[in-house]
């Protein structure tokens, strides 16, 4: 008898933590998070990490050039409030929503581990940006940004896989461009957007950096 009642509270516990793990936050993700993203710093390593959330899918771009990261992981996801994400080079991130920021690891393919906390992306400008476009893929070029304000920006710059210098984004000009050995390379942000077929679901989209972002 004692047995039988072991496992029945042995059961109820696991029940319960499973329903307090899966159970969606009463504060909504996407009104926090509004078209921007998060952002935030990596303890204990000089990287940063920004993310863009929406319905079925997350993006995250983890990056210092002066140290040689640059990590870009897209993928579908279950539950926008805690999930991972793993991109082919091994690196993986884990995400949980908590207090209306977002924590999480970051765990890279040589198996280190760093802890962040990433807040919404508010300043006009923010964003999450990526050189984009044919030319770019021809020439080898890779190029992310992660914006809290055009004084506040950190990303990564690689040429035919070698690591360069990254110049830094300008969100005070029309320019949606950026200049490297007198070629211009079209800069675009990450944003939130609802689908032409159901305009209640949230998707993720590459649009235009511009000036006046609204």
């Given amino acids: ?6 496992s029945i509270l042995t059961g109820l516990v696991i029940f319960l933590l499973i329903t307090c793990e899966n159970k969606t936050p009463e504060i909504d993700i996407f009104e926090i998070q509004g078209q921007k993203g998060f952002a935030g710093k990596l303890i204990g390593i ?23 990261i640059s990590e870009w992981l897209k ?28 924590e999480g690891s970051v765990t890279f393919s040589n198996e280190n581990t760093f802890k962040f906390t990433a807040s919404p992306l508010r300043e006009e400008g923010a964003g999450i940006y990526r050189v984009v476009g044919e030319m770019a893929k021809e020439d080898q070029i890779e190029a992310g940004w992660i914006l809290n304000s055009e ?27 950026i200049q490297l ?8 942000v990450f944003m939130i957007g609802a689908t032409l077929t159901n305009k209640k ?11 006046n972002e609204k």
């Fill in 181 to 188: 050995d007198k070629k211009s390379y079209p800069v675009n």
């Fill in 201 to 211: 679901q949230r998707k993720i989209f590459i649009d235009t950096y511009l000036k």
């Fill in 75 to 102: 993928g579908p996801i279950i539950n926008p409030y805690s999930f991972d994400l793993r991109n082919s080079s091994g690196t993986n991130v884990h995400v949980r929503f908590i207090d209306n920021s977002l």
């Fill in 151 to 177: 004084d506040d920006q950190h990303g990564s710059l690689t040429i035919r896989s070698s690591f360069q210098n990254t110049p830094m984004l300008s969100t005070t000009d029309n320019s949606n461009f």
């Fill in 46 to 68: 000089d990287a940063y990490v920004g993310l863009l959330i929406a319905d079925d899918e997350a993006i995250i771009y983890v990056c210092n050039g002066d140290i040689e």
């Fill in 1 to 6: 008898m004692k047995n039988v009642i072991m």
